[in-house]
Structures are given as C-alpha cells and as structure tokens.
C-alpha cells in the first residue's frame, strides 16, 4: 500500500508559523520561546496606565466555551481586549447544543458572522482539531482546553512562570503532583517542559491516576510524594475533581490529601526556594493545604497575571500567522 | 446460461487445487472442471488467461443497514459494494432497526438481497430479544427463516446466567453462536486502545483484558454447555492465543479477524481522524502481528471485511462523538491481496482465509469450487491494480483507503453462474 503524503503540521502556516493553536505537540524549542518573548514584551503592556495595543484592531475574536470556565475565559477576553479586538463569549453548553445543534452547526453561524478567531473549550479531546481541519480552516483556531488532551496556553503560562522565576529550563527539576490521567494541564505542561529541555520531569501519582505509557512524555514516575518532591525546584499540583472517588480510582479526599497533599512540612523537601504552581481552581485542604497556597513560595496568582500575556502572545502570532497564510494562498492563485 | 472460463489460474482451498485450467458452468452450477461435459455449447465464453479464478469470497460480517438505517447503505448499494470486492456470499448482522430478531425480518433482508441479486446474503439472527441480553431469541424460527447463526454482537449480555443458557439453547439445536468478547465493565467509556497513543491524545482508554477477560468467560462457557461458537473480531494477541489454546484443548471454536487490524494499528489515531474509529479499537502493532500470525497458522480461519458504512455526518464530529465503523467491503480482495504483497501469506492461504474458512466457521454451503457446487467465482487479475475509490458502490464514504492504490484488481464477479461485477 501506498504511503500517504506527509501532511504540513494542521497548526503551523507553510512558513512555520503559528496560524492555529491546539496543540504543544510538534511546536519547535525556538517557537515556544518566541511565545514566552512575546509574552513577556506585553507583561509590560499590563502593568501600563493604558493597557491597550493596537495589534488586533477591527478583528473579532469569538470564546466558544462547551465547558464551564471563569478563569480562562475571563484571561482570554482581556487578552482579546488589550490588542483591541472585539470580543464575543459564549457559553455554548446551555444555548445550542440543548437544542441539538451540533458542534459543526453551532461554528459554521459563528463564522458567518465572520469571527476572525475562535477560542474554543470542549469536554471532546481532539474538538479543536476537528474545529480547525473540518468545520473552519480559515479562522485561526485556539485550544481553551479539549478533555483530556491538551490545554496549551495553560500549558505555556506555566512555562513563563517557571522562566520569569527561574530563568531557565535546563537545569531544573519539576514536579506534577496529582490526577494526571485526567488532566490536559498534565499533558500540556509535560510537553512544554521537554521541549523547552528541562532534564528531570516527575510524575507523581497512585496508579490509578497514572495514564498507561506515561513514559513517552520523558517523565520519571512516583509514587510516594516525599522521594518524588526531594530537591525539586517546581512543584505543579493538579485539581482533583469530586467525581474521582467514584468507580473504585481513590477511596476518599482524606486519604488522598494524606498521601498527596502538599503540605508546609511536604514542601519542605524541596528546595528551599522552589515554586508552587496549580492551574486552578484550588481545593484547599484536597490537594494543598491553604499555609502552602498563600505561602511565600507559592506563585499561584502569578500564573493568572502571566495567563493574559501568554494569550495576548498566542492570539496575535495565531492571527498573524493565519493572515500571512490567506495572503501566500491568494498570491499562488494569481500565479496560477 | 452456459459459461466457460478459460485458462484462468484455478485456485481451490477446500479441495487444494491449484492449476491453470478451464471451468465450465451450466445451470448456476459448476458442471465441470479441465474437460467440458459432453455437449456442451457455451452462451459465454471468458478469456481468463492471467486471471485468478478462485469461490467467490465469504465475508462473515458486513452490515447492510437496512432495514432501519438505509442512510448509511441499503442491501442494493452494499451488496452490490460486495460484489466489486470479489464477495459472493455475505452475513449480515443482527443490529437493523427493528432488530434481526424475527422471521419476519430474516426474510424481508432476503427478499431484497435476491432482488438487488448482487451477491447471496446469509442473515445473523439475535441471540437475544432486541439484544437486549435479557430474553432469547426465537432461534429455531429464525434458522428456519434462512438464519445461519446467532449472536448480539458486542453489546450483548451482562448477565452471566443468562449467556449461559442462551448458550445451553443453542446447542441443544446444534446452532452456531457468535460471540464477540469484550467486557462491558473494563471497556465502559472508553474509545480507543487503553495504550500510549490515547492516553497522548487524552482518549479514554479500552484496555486488552477487556477482551481477554471476556473471552476466558466465553471460552468456559462454551466448553461447559457445548455449543459450537465462533468469535468474531479478535483484536489482540493475547486473545489470538487465547483461542489458539482453546482449540488444542480440542473446543470447537473457530475466529475471525477483521481486514482492517491486520493492517492498521493505534498509531493511525495520531491527528483524531475519525476515520479510523472503530469498535473494538485498533490496538497495538504488536497486537497486530500477533493477528497476522494467527491468520497464517490457521488458528483465526475466517477474515471479515467488518465493513460498516456510514453517512457522512457521523464521522463529522470530534473523535468520541463520532460512530465507530469502516466502509470496507468493495476492497476486500485488493486490499487482502495487500498481506500476500507483504509477504506474510501465499495467495492459496489468503484465499482460504477468505472463502473456504469462512463458510466452514458457520457452514455455509459455500465457499469451495466443486462439480455440483454453486458457480460462485470471483476472476481477479493478480498482477493488476485497484486505486480505492475510483469507482464507489457503497453508501458509506468512511474509508480510510479510499485514495490508495492497492494490489490487485476484481474482473469479474460470478453468483450462481451469473456475472454481478465486471470491471
């Protein structure tokens, strides 16, 4: 049988750039930290009197959220708003789709109100890739979280966390505490930090919340919290949902924070000026206890601020990179 | 009708034959093989010369939505889909809309299978009522109605107790059952193969011991009530030798594989295309050769195209909401031809596979190339090729091979001595 024809990356324009975002996987070093550089020239942005630029003017950037979200449809509307676009949010999981419109339906009438850029959140993992490749391939497509796979600018707002407090990447040991099996923080951030060469990734879970071939990520698993957080210099800890101790995964949250809660004593294992990271929201007294949340050492807030700019940064190399695509697709149309 | 064929490369599994020679068919029949019968004057002739002439293929599972889902494909396109894939003989599952368990229904899909007169149809009665697991199936009514076995499928019985007397019934009328093991409580939610490329794309996982576990329940259970069982869709290694121990242990077992997982494996879920979505899930290559092997030595006898058509809407969607299944049929020799072309089988093992195989797993009375036996032959071209799609006769559009250029091209389609394909 023949071989298909290798296909260009769904996400990347024939020049390399970004044009959608739904994925860390198969995004270059120099890429990702051309992100976390833009992201840090517009940091500046928001902590100006006038916290606008004028990159996204006159384009309309739509949040499509099948799935509940404050933070990170809140981060993305003002990140739509500071490079002054206009921004339209829905919250798709109570209007259409009960009415039994399908995804494809509910994206095609976004795009004839001609959006320029669809934020998009899906309890499907691979709805972003669908999105992009199926239902609008010419509107620059962002993944705001899609099940379990991925939620990339989570993914890359920890890595500008861990940079702006760390400086780089090469030689630090990081810590993911928690449901991995269930999270696309999980994944996103696994991804990222191989990529940007991070030598020492931990896992550090009970089975059960551990995907099968965890390895191919390049992680190292634990399964005891002390022996994992010894030394490390980041510790990420992950949400644990209510309905985990359901079908048999955890017997109850008491345990769980028994054995998997960060506590001040816990952290102590690590470096004394390692970082606390969670994407949110918190269960205080489930997965960290409240001392550790608030602490000195956590940057948990932090990672909320540089949400914005990371945003900020994948939306306008996102629709720069779309725009520069329809330009290179108009201009082999005249030649031909 | 008179038909001779001549100097086509005649290869017979069931009997062994395997020698350039001529066929000579009257009445729907094979009247002789090498040496016309005595006055015999053809209405047709076929120059076969560099053709294959082998029994036309038996596909043990080909879903012709109707009656119930004629959206997705009807007994007209789908058989006639068979046809131009080399098959003369099919079985049709029991999952229509009302389900496949009433003569009534048994009759209405053969009523339609011989008017389209594509290829012979050979219905899978439930095995329980609505499959719903709960009450049998009326079995003797549907064997009397054209029914060659019995079987829910693989959303079938959760109750132990139950399946074990669906299976005592069976055997007291030496009825064949067809089971597919997967366990109802280790595959629940999930989509794909439970390994490292769901758990990389964040998909919810259906380990192997969903299989295995499911298929030591079978196996015990088929042993204790004796019934005479085939499994369908095998789609692990473990598995494969599950049965291959089972056999020696001297059960009547037989198995089959669908085309599709001696090919494909769970890599091929890397950008969510929902092509390639299907139930069971592709599993690993390792499984795969594990597959392939037991194909070669015989222990799965039988291989299907599993072919299941769909609209183009219900592939449109991301992954998990879309529905499982692969339009396959109308490939099912140049795309089997591909196994020969890697290597693993000579053409008269891979066509045992698919004829003689088969129609012995669920003794079909068909499948073999004999003076009296139905003239069912596909001619095929063994040097030739088939670009998937060119020409497209099922409903369903939901195939991942559509665009490439296999080995091997179908010219001809014979059901009772009558041409249905001709390319």
Redesign the interface.
């Known amino acids: ?2 071989p ?1 024809a290798a ?1 260009r990356p ?1 996400q990347l324009n024939d020049q390399g750039q970004l044009r959608h975002f739904l994925s860390l ?1 198969g995004l270059s070093r120099e890429l990702l930290t051309e992100i976390l550089d833009t992201a840090d020239s517009f940091l500046e942005v928001g902590a100006r009197a006038v916290k606008k630029v004028p990159l996204l003017r006159g384009k309309t950037v739509c949040n499509v959220f099948f799935e509940n979200s404050t933070r990170t449809r809140t981060t993305f509307e003002l990140a739509a708003q500071r490079l002054s676009a206009d921004v339209i949010s829905l919250n798709v999981s109570t209007s259409s789709t009960s009415k039994g419109e ?3 339906d509910t994206l095609r009438n976004l795009e004839a109100m001609a959006a320029d850029m669809f934020v998009v959140r ?1 309890a ?4 972003a ?2 999105i992009a ?2 239902v609008c391939p010419n509107v620059a497509v962002i993944n705001g979280g ?5 939620h990339p600018t989570q993914g890359m707002l920890d890595m500008l966390t861990i940079r702006r407090h760390k400086g780089s990447f090469e030689k630090l040991s990081v810590a993911i505490v928690g449901d991995i099996l269930h999270s ?1 923080v999980a ?1 996103s951030d696994m991804l990222a930090l191989k990529t940007l060469g991070c030598p020492d990734i931990r896992v550090i879970a009970p089975k059960t919340l551990l ?4 390895e ?1 990520y390049g992680v190292s698993v634990y399964n005891d919290l002390a022996e994992g957080l010894k030394e490390v210099d980041v510790v990420i800890m992950l949400r644990l949902q209510r309905e985990r101790m359901q079908g048999g995964l955890l017997p109850s949250e008491g345990e769980f924070y028994r054995l998997y809660g960060l506590t001040t004593q816990r952290l102590a294992l690590a470096k004394p000026d390692a970082l606390v990271m969670h994407p949110g929201p918190i269960n205080r007294g489930v997965e960290i206890e409240s001392a550790v949340a608030d602490g000195s050492q956590s940057v948990i807030l932090n990672q909320v601020t540089y949400g914005i700019a990371i945003r900020m940064a994948v939306l306008s190399m996102a629709m720069s990179g779309q725009a520069a695509q329809r330009q290179l697709n108009q201009d082999s149309e005249e030649q031909n | 009708m008179r038909t001779r064929i001549l100097g086509a490369r005649v290869i017979d599994p069931a009997s062994q034959l395997d020698q350039v020679t001529d066929l000579y068919l009257q009445g729907g029949k094979i009247a002789a093989i090498g040496q016309p019968p005595a006055d015999f004057v053809a209405d047709q002739s076929i120059d076969a010369s560099g053709l294959v002439a082998a029994p036309g293929l038996v596909d043990l599972a080909v879903s012709l939505r109707e009656p119930g889902y004629s959206r997705k494909g009807t007994i007209a396109s789908e058989t006639l889909a068979a046809a131009a894939g080399g098959v003369t003989s099919l079985c049709c599952p029991a999952q229509t809309k009302p389900v496949l368990d009433t003569s009534a229904v048994a009759e209405l899909i053969l009523d339609r299978a011989r008017e389209a007169g594509h290829s012979k149809v050979f219905p899978i009665g439930a095995l329980s009522k609505n499959l719903d697991g709960e009450q049998l199936a009326e079995l003797v009514a549907l064997r009397d109605a054209g029914c060659m076995a019995f079987g829910d499928g693989l959303h079938s019985f959760t109750n132990h107790r139950t399946l074990c007397r669906a299976l005592e019934y069976a055997a007291t009328f030496n009825l064949t059952v067809i089971l597919h093991a997967q366990d109802h409580d280790l595959a629940a939610g999930g989509i794909a193969h ?12 259906i ?1 192997e011991s969903a299989e295995t576990v499911a298929l030591a329940r079978d196996l015990l259970l088929v042993e204790q009530s004796g019934v005479r069982a085939h499994f369908s869709q095998i789609t692990s290694a473990r598995g494969a030798q599950m049965i291959a121990e089972a056999q020696a242990r001297g059960l009547p077992v037989t198995a089959d594989v669908a085309l599709y997982q001696l ?1 494909l494996t769970d890599e091929a879920l890397r ?2 295309s929902s092509l390639y979505h299907v139930q069971p899930p592709l599993r690993t290559q390792a499984d795969r050769d594990g597959l392939r092997a037991a194909v070669k030595s015989g222990v799965i006898s039988a291989i299907a195209s599993h072919h299941q058509p769909h609209e183009a ?1 219900a592939k ?6 879309t529905e499982p299944g692969i339009s396959s049929v109308e490939l099912l020799l140049p795309l089997a031809m ?1 196994l020969v ?1 890697d290597g693993l089988l000579d053409l008269p093992t891979l066509l045992a596979r698919l004829t003689a195989g088969p129609a012995k797993a669920l003794r079909l009375p068909v499948g073999r190339l004999a003076v009296g036996a139905p003239a069912d032959l596909v001619l095929f071209d063994p040097q030739g090729s088939t670009l998937a799609g060119e020409t497209w006769f099922s409903k369903g559009q939901n195939c991942p ?1 559509i ?4 080995p091997a091209a179908v010219r001809y389609t014979l059901v009772d001595g009558r041409i249905s394909y001709q390319n």
């Open positions: 049988m023949t298909t296909k769904l996987d399908t995804l494809f899906h499907d993992s691979g709805a890739h669908f490749e199926h899609d099940g379990r796979h991925g696309r994944r995907p099968v071939g965890i191919q | 439970d390994g490292p490329t769901a758990s990389f794309l964040g998909l919810a996982g380990p090919i950008d969510f809407d449109l969607a991301p992954f998990a909401a591909t072309q091979f665009g490439h250029c296999l």
